[in-house]
């Protein structure tokens, strides 16, 4: 343990004095280009710090259109071509000043390699990871758990992919607005969430993590979900071949590289989602160019394995391939989008998501955050049946709620959607009214 320490101790401070004598470099362009700001990085490379840049990047919201990348040898060259979610140029002085101290040589981000990417501290909340089959209902009965148990929801983001569901969600005591930190209270936290997220199905496995570290949600969710294997076909993805993404992987004898290549759909934070799933896999990036000004996405990667080699077989191509989808389709956001904006209070994801149960929709990923006492929630729904939404429904469940409250976003043709045979993402929804939790050691009925 000890020789571990000095070792780890000895990486940094060569990391540091290497960073002493290179610093990194950003230029910010606001000129050259007519409908872009042009980012340039340059930087001693790392594994990893490409995700790092990709990652400050993203959390401002900005739409990466255009991305060259280069990392061969010890330097990295990127540039990024990037707009806000409007398509324009970023003028904003605050925002370009963070961009620059974020990622310059006045940055902490380069200063070391088993730093995580846009971590913020958690001493104010009690993290809380979960993973489990998806089923009609499921988030409703976790909400309604922590409402019970005395848990606030202030932030969370829900995913449903491949039959399963992951949610990372930062909650605090009801009492206190403080985290939770009594031993026995969180072993119950802990045990009545999983007896929820194991349900009747005994195949597959159900996790629930609780703890006071320090995470960034996506980056995790795509880690969760990627150790649980979602990325394995089961037959019955809602996805057709026409709408999946187009991912090929082969190698490049003559230098030794995999190229791989991907056409899809574009959306925010695509660039991310690969970059991350590619880094975690412990893939490096050499080369790269990314185009993402229509449409369509296109991206192609140089890439080896952190050994130093290509792709080695035809298995491990098909699981890059799979994993790269997985990382695709995992925030493809499906149905219609519902916002809600209304002042926090303990119970509102869990008497919005009953709401949704109880009118038979089902919400394919979702969103929660809570500033200054006003919580502001995204969700994604569509019918659980995979019939076209009934306009009058979301009517009535506005009635309900508030309409000044909830709010149809996006396209509303999504209310006229083609139905489908067998929808397999029931996070928020479900077919039932009601649900006892007599089975998950609550004697009490939620409806």
Request: charged share 25%; hydrophobic share 40%; with cysteine.
């Given at each position: 343990m000890a020789s571990v320490s000095y070792s780890q101790t000895m990486d940094d401070e060569y990391e540091k004095f290497i960073r002493r004598m290179n610093p990194p470099r950003v230029v910010i362009d606001t000129e050259s280009c007519k409908n872009a700001t042009v980012i340039q990085v340059d930087s001693a490379n790392k594994?990893?710090?490409?995700?790092?840049?990709?990652?400050?990047?993203?959390?401002?919201?900005?739409?990466?259109?255009?991305?060259?990348?280069?990392?061969?040898?010890?330097?990295?060259?990127?540039?990024?071509k990037v707009t806000d979610q409007d398509g324009n140029k970023i003028t904003d002085e605050g925002v370009l000043d963070y961009i620059q101290k974020s990622l310059g040589p006045d940055s902490c981000?380069?200063?070391?390699?088993?730093?995580?990417?846009?971590?913020?501290?958690?001493?104010?909340?009690?993290?809380?990871?979960?993973?489990?089959?998806?089923?009609?209902?499921?988030?409703?009965?976790?909400?309604?758990?922590?409402?019970?148990?005395?848990?606030?929801?202030?932030?969370?983001?829900?995913?449903?992919?491949?039959?399963?569901?992951?949610?990372?969600?930062?909650?605090?005591?009801?009492?206190?607005?403080?985290?939770?930190?009594?031993?026995?209270?969180l072993a119950m936290i802990k045990q009545l969430l999983c007896n929820v997220l194991k349900?009747?199905?005994?195949?597959?496995?159900?996790?629930?993590?609780?703890?006071?570290?320090?995470?960034?949600?996506?980056?995790?969710?795509?880690?969760?979900?990627?150790?649980?294997?979602?990325?394995?076909?089961?037959g019955h993805e809602t996805l057709n071949e026409r709408e999946r993404p187009n991912v090929?992987?082969?190698?490049?004898?003559?230098?030794?590289?995999?190229?791989?290549?991907?056409?899809c759909k574009d959306r925010p934070k695509l660039l991310f989602d690969i970059i991350c799933t590619l880094t975690d896999m412990q893939y490096v990036v050499f080369h790269g160019n990314v185009d993402a000004e229509g449409p369509e996405a296109h991206q192609e990667y140089c890439v080896r394995h952190v050994d130093g080699s290509p792709v080695?077989?035809?298995?491990?191509?098909q699981r890059v391939i799979q994993c790269l989808e997985a990382a695709i389709e995992r925030r493809v956001s499906e149905g219609l989008k519902l916002e809600l904006c209304t002042t926090d209070r303990v119970g509102l994801l869990s008497d919005v998501t009953r709401i949704f149960r109880e009118n038979s929709l089902t919400v394919t990923r979702a969103e929660v955050s809570t500033r200054a006492g006003k919580a502001s929630n995204t969700f994604y729904v569509s019918d659980a049946s995979g019939y076209p939404i009934d306009g009058k429904i979301i009517d009535s469940i506005r009635q309900t709620i508030g309409q000044t409250i909830l709010r149809v976003?996006?396209?509303?043709e999504e209310l006229n959607q083609t139905p489908q045979e067998s929808p397999t993402r029931f996070l928020f929804g479900g077919l039932f009214k009601s649900r006892s939790f007599v089975n998950f050691g609550l004697v009490r009925s939620y409806s």
């Open positions: 594994h990893g710090i490409l995700l790092e840049v990709v990652q400050v990047l993203t959390d401002l919201n900005l739409i990466i259109t255009k991305a060259y990348i280069c990392s061969d040898g010890g330097w990295f060259m990127d540039v990024f981000f380069a200063s070391s390699m088993r730093r995580s990417v846009g971590v913020v501290s958690a001493m104010d909340h009690t993290s809380i990871e979960l993973i489990g089959s998806d089923r009609p209902g499921l988030l409703s009965e976790v909400s309604a758990v922590l409402t019970h148990l005395k848990c606030n929801v202030v932030n969370a983001e829900v995913w449903t992919h491949n039959t399963r569901a992951a949610a990372v969600m930062q909650v605090t005591d009801k009492e206190t607005g403080a985290a939770i930190t009594d031993p026995e209270r349900g009747s199905n005994k195949s597959r496995e159900a996790k629930t993590v609780v703890s006071h570290g320090v995470t960034h949600t996506e980056r995790r969710l795509h880690q969760m979900m990627f150790a649980d294997r979602d990325y394995e076909r089961t090929n992987v082969v190698n490049w004898c003559d230098k030794d590289y995999s190229v791989v290549t991907i056409r080695k077989s035809d298995a491990e191509r976003k996006g396209c509303p």
